[in-house]
């Protein structure tokens, strides 16, 4: 759980802010040159809880600690606190005190001061009222950028002369001062900025996103041989061996299990690559140059141990006896599906397939029963469309049982015996990419259940009015601890008045628990490859798609829970740019602050499908997301959050879009999936 908080704690590098314009090019400077004076710390574990001068490095590395909300590798951040009614300035011992409010209300209330009263009503008073005692925000040094921010929270309030004031106070007493600038974290933050003075320099996420080299995201350390490719590379087929440790050219929509990757752009957050990484535990970073980078290309070929951190990464090369050691004791524990339910058949309206549980049972177990004969995504489906405030398209479901009768009585499960006894289909990857490839087609010629289809025939009649029809994967595979198996199956679209398309459909969804890269994660994760059956979860097509994007339904890069917030991806059209986006594309990507006064919402990173300086989603959109991503968190809390008991980190991933019904009224919001957050309890 801790690993998966700090990976997407690192992964989005990139708030698109500019103090004059969003179309502002990131400007760069002749580096400011710091003089250090006599330490006030000479014992970093004797430090006082805090200072009123920071006059070295080691004064502000003995009271820093890593920001609440990392967004940029190497990170380390001091909060600061001024008194407004003594014009006192406070460098507060960051670790010691994590919050402003555990500083002030130890050190500040009462033997003569003003009282500070409960955290509730300091909270409501000292970021948002304009008469507050307290100008409250945090220095961060980013040490990949080399830059000195003085920062506020997303929601504070602070005026243009209370930045102003702060920015002069702590400028004259620390040995930074020259080389600090003030770093907007909102859009409501970047509109105060403008009001500042020129002689307050103004630094964006842009300009020090554009001076970072390094983003990690999975940290881990792992071995393997050292490979270079590009993208163009895999997907003309190339293939790559779980003993390598990839060098990209560009981030991938897709990898086989390999053991490590390391991509000269950056990646995309919450994209398939990034949780398939993830979930193997292996290490994933993205490093400007890294094609030609001399240290990498040095060791071309050659057996590495690569290790990401969260400040820094590393590579040395090993001895083949080191690189087998690892790999023999590194590999994933079997995991086990849950058993089959073939006892369900017809075809179930959605709302039916997990039932509420009685009172005292567990939601938990309900969801996991109704996976067993619908698959993880129907059973939670089943949920969300019985939850107010989320809007969902109607739908129904088609069970396991069919995909098993399906693969049965077409020979296949018999073909598929035949492959897995092959020594030569188990050792060459080749040949197995050939196999799997004839398996596709011959689950393509299948024949699908006549009874079947004349339940298909007359349920999409009479309650779809014949639409295009979606088929979507739902099996006993997916979202599960240990094995989420991100983007292994793929759903696909039939219009019924031409039938052969819709029994295409339902074929193309079944044949894709076979391919390649999802057989090849099986096999890593030792899956018995027979054991996955596969629902299909079937509802209108969205066909006229105005925006699409994943969510979280909390802060990710906050394991406190002091900062709570949504997380979104969005993106402008259909949904492959977000999970699997074409290389170079990136999204929108921002925090929610659903449950803040004002609602502030900041930009991480900007979709580069629409015009500098706007947005995919308007604020009525984000606003109609967030009341959904509320109701799905709560809804779900008995199962995965802290009404289960789960007293970690909770969220669960939503995928959404916006579509047009073709007129002038505004685009409609519809909720695709929910998922718990890979890993994420038991």
């Keep these: 759980m801790l690993r998966l908080q700090r990976v997407l704690a690192l992964l989005a590098a990139l708030f698109a802010v500019s103090r004059c314009s969003s179309d502002a090019a990131p400007t760069t400077s002749a580096p400011v040159v710091l003089v250090e004076g006599a330490c006030a710390v000479a014992d970093a574990t004797m430090a006082p809880d805090s200072l009123a001068r920071v006059a070295c490095g080691a004064d502000f590395a003995a009271l820093a600690s890593a920001p609440l909300s990392a967004t940029l590798?190497?990170?380390?951040?001091?909060?600061?606190?001024?008194?407004?009614?003594?014009?006192?300035?406070?460098f507060?011992?960051?670790?010691?005190?994590?919050?402003?409010?555990?500083?002030?209300?130890?050190?500040?209330?009462?033997?003569?001061?003003?009282?500070?009263?409960?955290?509730?009503?300091?909270?409501?008073?000292?970021?948002?009222?304009?008469?507050?005692?307290?100008?409250?925000?945090?220095?961060?040094?980013?040490?990949?950028?080399?830059?000195?921010?003085?920062?506020?929270?997303?929601?504070?309030?602070?005026?243009?002369?209370?930045?102003?004031?702060?920015?002069?106070?702590?400028?004259?007493?620390?040995?930074?001062?020259?080389?600090?600038?003030?770093?907007?974290?909102?859009?409501?933050?970047?509109?105060?900025?403008?009001?500042?003075?020129?002689?307050?320099?103004?630094?964006?996420?842009?300009?020090?996103?554009?001076?970072?080299?390094?983003?990690?995201?999975?940290?881990?350390?792992?071995i393997g041989r050292l490979r270079f490719t590009t993208a163009a590379d895999l997907r003309a087929g190339v293939y790559l061996s779980y003993e390598d440790i990839v060098v990209i050219d560009e981030a991938p929509n897709d990898i086989s299990v390999?053991?490590?990757?390391?991509?000269?752009?950056?990646?995309?957050?919450?994209?398939?690559?990034?949780?398939?990484?993830?979930?193997?535990?292996?290490?994933?970073?993205?490093?400007?140059?890294?094609?030609?980078?001399?240290?990498?290309?040095?060791?071309?070929?050659?057996?590495?141990?690569?290790?990401?951190?969260?400040?820094?990464?590393?590579?040395?090369?090993?001895?083949?006896?080191?690189?087998?050691?690892?790999?023999?004791?590194?590999?994933?524990?079997?995991?086990?599906?849950?058993?089959?339910?073939?006892?369900?058949?017809?075809?179930?309206?959605?709302?039916?397939?997990?039932?509420?549980?009685?009172?005292?049972?567990?939601?938990?177990?309900?969801?996991?029963?109704?996976?067993?004969?619908?698959?993880?995504?129907?059973a939670h489906y089943s949920l969300l469309v019985r939850t107010p405030s989320v809007p969902i398209q109607d739908a129904f479901a088609i069970p396991l049982y069919y995909y098993d009768q399906f693969m049965r009585s077409n020979g296949l499960f018999d073909r598929m015996d035949g492959y897995l006894a092959d020594a030569r289909f188990r050792t060459d990857a080749a040949y197995r990419a050939a196999r799997l490839s004839e398996f596709h087609d011959a689950i393509m010629a299948g024949t699908v259940d006549e009874t079947l289809q004349g339940l298909l025939r007359e349920k999409i009649t009479r309650e779809f009015a014949s639409a295009r029809m979606r088929f979507r994967t739902s099996t006993n595979s997916e979202d599960l601890d240990g094995f989420p198996c991100a983007g292994c199956y793929e759903s696909h679209t039939g219009d019924p008045a031409d039938w052969a398309d819709v029994l295409d459909a339902i074929r193309e969804s079944y044949a894709s628990a076979w391919s390649f890269r999802t057989f090849e994660e099986?096999?890593?994760?030792?899956?018995?490859?027979?054991?996955?059956?596969?629902?299909?979860?079937?509802?209108?097509?969205?066909?006229?798609?105005?925006?699409?994007?994943?969510?979280?339904?909390?802060?990710?890069?906050?394991?406190?829970?002091?900062?709570?917030?949504?997380y979104v991806n969005a993106q402008f059209g259909g949904d492959v740019e977000v999970v699997a986006p074409t290389p170079g594309v990136t999204s929108d990507q921002f925090l929610y602050y659903f449950n803040q006064p004002g609602q502030p919402v900041t930009y991480l990173a900007r979709s580069s499908l629409v015009p500098r300086g706007s947005a995919v989603l308007t604020p009525t959109q984000i606003r109609a997301l967030g009341v959904a991503l509320a109701a799905i968190h709560e809804r779900f809390s008995a199962a995965y959050g802290p009404a289960s008991g789960n007293t970690g980190w909770y969220g669960l991933e939503v995928d959404f879009k916006f579509t047009s019904n073709g007129t002038w009224d505004p685009p409609s919001l519809y909720i695709k999936q929910a998922r718990p957050i890979p890993a994420r309890g038991g």
Aim: charged residues 15%; hydrophobic residues 45%.
């Design 92 to 222: 507060q011992h960051s670790t010691r005190f994590p919050i402003h409010y555990r500083f002030v209300s130890t050190h500040l209330s009462g033997n003569g001061m003003p009282l500070v009263p409960t955290l509730s009503e300091f909270n409501a008073t000292e970021y948002f009222s304009p008469s507050r005692r307290f100008i409250l925000a945090a220095v961060t040094h980013y040490e990949g950028a080399d830059a000195w921010a003085l920062e506020f929270s997303p929601y504070d309030t602070a005026s243009a002369a209370m930045i102003t004031t702060l920015y002069n106070a702590v400028k004259a007493r620390a040995f930074f001062g020259p080389a600090l600038a003030v770093h907007p974290t909102s859009d409501a933050a970047q509109a105060v900025v403008r009001g500042l003075a020129w002689s307050v320099p103004v630094v964006s996420t842009d300009q020090l996103y554009a001076r970072t080299e390094y983003q990690p995201l999975t940290l881990a350390t792992s």
């Design 258 to 378: 390999v053991r490590g990757l390391i991509s000269q752009t950056f990646q995309t957050p919450l994209s398939h690559v990034n949780v398939l990484s993830q979930n193997r535990g292996t290490p994933n970073m993205g490093l400007r140059g890294a094609m030609t980078d001399a240290r990498l290309r040095a060791l071309d070929g050659r057996l590495v141990e690569l290790t990401t951190g969260a400040e820094a990464w590393t590579v040395r090369e090993v001895a083949a006896a080191d690189a087998e050691a690892f790999w023999s004791t590194h590999r994933p524990a079997a995991v086990t599906l849950p058993p089959m339910d073939l006892t369900v058949t017809g075809l179930v309206d959605i709302e039916d397939v997990t039932p509420e549980p009685a009172a005292g049972a567990s939601l938990r177990d309900a969801i996991r029963a109704a996976g067993r004969a619908f698959g993880g995504k129907a």
């Design 73 to 90: 590798p190497g990170a380390r951040s001091v909060k600061v606190v001024y008194d407004t009614a003594t014009a006192t300035l406070y």
């Design 522 to 566: 099986r096999t890593y994760y030792g899956v018995d490859h027979r054991a996955v059956g596969m629902a299909l979860l079937v509802h209108r097509s969205f066909d006229d798609e105005v925006a699409n994007g994943v969510a979280v339904t909390a802060n990710p890069f906050d394991a406190s829970g002091l900062d709570p917030a949504f």
